[in-house]
């Protein structure tokens, strides 16, 4: 360090004269921390050091995958099993009664619309679906006023109270049996 | 008794307390992994959620109220019994003005018995005093800018990169913040598992190439499910684009829906 010449500091005359010695400038580089701030920080670096830590340990691995949400979720989503077949499914083994179907008027109808959810029909073929009903035909035509112009109506008190397929064929509506 | 707080000690029980630590995280990873194993082998394997966008095209013009999509939503995704839904149907009845009032129209009727699930009731208005009464399939609709995603705390409702508003039902803690901030009315609280649900537009169907169930099982095709990213000259969404002169729902809040209808009134909301 720096030694001022003649081996004495001009400070320990002050010591030998006994006054209060003065800080000596070259103290002022060993600076020392004092001891209640070394321990706040100390814990301040252990809060946050713990949240880091324990967010990394609860944080799932996929989240922030594709945003602030767990990617995984998306997988979850769509492993369910569907419960509606779908008109593919039924093209399978029933494409014939689907040719038919297209040249009519039901063409745009999906075939479990009416014949009700059958995806067990489509895994398993013994297991029948649902057994049809009139009820099915006048869901939709039965008279409403709210109903659009252009869809096929009636008063079903004032139009028959037989069955409908004793007149209409459900595949083929415009054609009697 | 005076616990020994000899340095043997301390080190022992510092030694147990970071193995049980490194045990538990190895049990995480482990369980996480196997779980996504088990969950994955139902999920379909080829599907990239950023391949895709999806849209609905809604034609009012062609809803006759049948309720059949309600109903399919139902069983699709076992909505709970009651008035829960994902999908529903709301009639508009707009009579004509009283004479001499003043009045373009009549004082709008709006009605969804259990969702139209069971049809609707004769209308309330006699036929020749309607002016114009219609059906209004309503579900999510898929916002651009989502208000319920905004204000999810946890994280568990979130935009899918492929365009479905999505809930997470592991992270949904069920405070209903998203509930309130659907300007469509959309969001329910599940009293079965009490987690926010709403419409995924059937996200398991999708990925799999089918339809979702209310656009599958409508009988006049008034619903039009299509991928934008996707989507052909002949592609249905393109024709109902050509066809029709489309508008979304609250189209001032700015929240940009991917549900377009064709053939509102002002009236609906």
């Known amino acids: 360090m720096n030694q001022p010449p003649g081996g004495r500091t001009p400070f320990r005359a002050a010591e030998e004269t006994g006054r209060t010695p003065i800080q000596p400038f070259y103290s002022m580089r060993r600076f020392k921390m004092p001891p209640q701030i070394v321990r706040l920080v100390l ?9 880091f ?15 602030w949400y767990r990617g995984e979720a998306l997988v979850e989503l769509r492993s369910r099993t569907p419960v509606y077949a779908g008109k593919q499914a039924c093209d399978e083994c029933h494409s014939d009664q689907l040719q038919k179907l297209a040249k009519f008027e039901h063409k745009t109808l999906s075939c479990e619309a009416c014949h009700g959810v059958s995806r067990e029909h489509a895994e398993n073929p013994d297991i029948l679906p649902v057994k049809l009903t009139g009820s099915h035909c006048i869901r939709c035509h039965e008279a409403n006023p709210s109903r659009p112009k252009w869809f096929k109506q009636i008063v079903v008190k004032d139009h028959y109270s037989g069955k409908c397929t004793e007149c209409h064929v459900p595949h083929q509506p415009s054609q009697s049996p | ?22 045990t538990l995280s190895t049990a995480r990873a482990v369980k996480a992994a196997v779980q996504k194993v088990f ?21 009012v ?16 995704n076992s909505v709970p019994e009651g008035p829960y839904f994902r999908t529903w149907i709301e009639r508009y009845i707009i009579p004509k003005p009283e004479p001499g009032s003043g009045q373009t129209r009549g004082e709008t009727l709006v009605d969804s018995p259990n969702g139209g699930m069971h049809g609707f009731p004769p209308s309330p208005v006699p036929k020749d005093q309607i002016e114009h009464s219609f059906f209004v399939p309503k579900l999510c609709n898929l916002c651009e800018h989502s208000p319920c995603v905004q204000v999810c705390p946890v994280g568990a409702t ?14 949904c803690i069920g405070c209903g913040f998203c509930i309130q901030a659907c300007p469509y009315g959309c969001r329910f609280l599940s009293p079965v598992t009490h987690t926010a649900e709403k419409c995924t537009l ?6 799999r190439g089918l ?32 066809n029709n002169r489309v508008s979304v729902l609250k189209p001032h809040l700015g929240t940009e829906p991917r549900v377009l209808y064709a053939g509102l009134d002002k009236e609906v909301r």
């Open chain 2, 61 to 76: 013009n062609r809803c006759i109220g049948c309720g059949l999509c309600v109903e399919a939503c139902k069983k699709e």
């Open chain 1, 43 to 51: 814990l301040t670096l252990a809060i946050v050091g713990s949240y």
């Open chain 2, 1 to 22: 008794m005076k616990t020994q707080y000899s340095r043997r000690n301390v080190l022992t029980r510092l030694g147990g307390a970071i193995a049980g630590l490194l």
């Open chain 2, 158 to 171: 979130f935009d899918a990169p492929d365009g479905a508003v999505l809930i997470d039902p592991k992270y």
């Open chain 2, 202 to 207: 059937c996200y398991h169907r999708i990925t």
């Open chain 1, 53 to 67: 830590v324990a967010r990394a340990f609860l944080t799932p691995a996929s989240f922030g995958e594709f945003g």
């Open chain 2, 211 to 242: 339809k979702p169930a209310c656009a599958e099982i409508c009988p006049t095709q008034a619903r039009i499910f299509g991928d934008l990213k996707n989507a052909g000259p002949d592609d249905p969404i393109r024709k109902f684009y050509e």
């Open chain 2, 39 to 59: 969950v994955s082998s139902g999920a379909p394997k080829d599907y990239d959620t950023t391949k895709h966008k999806w849209l609905m095209c809604i034609d």
